[in-house]
């Protein structure tokens, strides 16, 4: 099985400044990678996402992520944080399920983000 | 649309009741996906449908019994449940063209479940 490692469970920024975030996987093959925020209460937002091509790969409201095979990271960032970015942050890669068309997500336990004024 | 709704938002039940969770989406997709959710913790899956077909149960208690009646609706009927089974319940689809694993799921905001 795949696992997914998100080394830090709380990071606290101040607003303006940067931001990484760390994910580390396990997988074999090729990954399919993703980044979700989730705001309180509600559900998952999918940040962006990598399949192959380009290791750097854009997303919506600013994030990027840079995927590295060789340190099997996949680490998202911002570089200027705003306080609408405060929320919990899951990275998780998909795995293919034998005989099944499906990609199961595995996430890892999140990071959770809080930005000072 | 790219929207998948949940109803109800909020739910409270006792542990001799039967309730039912409704999770709807209209993007053609053919995969619909059942996880729950407690606090502080990543998501967990417990169902996921294929073409209306019952594709993965993840080993959930028969208290937990899903119903895909069709390619847009996803239900999760609740019965007898514990207090440990309040959760945030979420519903996500995605297509199901084969490309395993390369196919986004798209979350809905999820059902807060409280059990007494």
């Known amino acids: 099985a795949q696992s997914v490692t998100q080394p830090d469970i709380h990071i606290t920024v101040s607003e303006g400044a940067s931001l990484e975030l760390r994910c580390n996987y396990s997988?074999?093959?090729?990954?399919?990678l993703f980044w979700y925020v989730q705001s309180p209460g509600q559900g998952l937002q999918l940040l962006l996402k990598y399949f192959s091509g380009d290791t750097l790969v854009q997303g919506i409201k600013g994030f990027e992520a840079e995927f590295k095979r060789s340190q099997s990271s996949f680490n998202l960032r911002k570089p200027s944080v705003h306080w609408s970015d405060a929320a919990e942050y899951f990275c998780?890669?998909?795995?293919?399920?034998?005989?099944?068309?499906?990609?199961?997500?595995?996430f890892g336990r999140g990071t959770q983000l809080t930005v000072w004024p | 649309d790219t929207e998948v709704t949940q109803t109800p938002k909020h739910l409270v039940m006792g542990m001799t009741n039967k309730k039912s969770l409704k999770c709807e989406q209209h993007?053609?997709?053919?995969?619909m996906y059942w996880y729950k959710q407690k606090a502080k913790k990543p998501p967990e899956l417990m169902f996921v449908?294929?073409?209306?077909?019952?594709?993965i149960n993840e080993s959930v208690p028969s208290r937990f019994s899903p119903e895909c009646p069709n390619s847009s609706l996803l239900n999760l009927h609740l019965h007898a449940l514990q207090p440990e089974d309040s959760a945030l319940y979420l519903c996500?689809?995605?297509?199901?063209?084969?490309?395993?694993?390369?196919?986004?799921?798209?979350f809905g905001p999820g059902t807060r479940l409280t059990v007494l």
């Open positions: 996500a689809s995605s297509q199901d063209n084969g490309r395993a694993g390369r196919n986004e799921q798209f």
């Open positions: 998780a890669v998909a795995q293919a399920d034998r005989g099944s068309t499906l990609g199961r997500l595995y």
């Open positions: 449908y294929s073409y209306e077909k019952l594709s």
């Open positions: 997988y074999g093959a090729t990954p399919y």
């Open positions: 993007m053609g997709h053919r995969a």
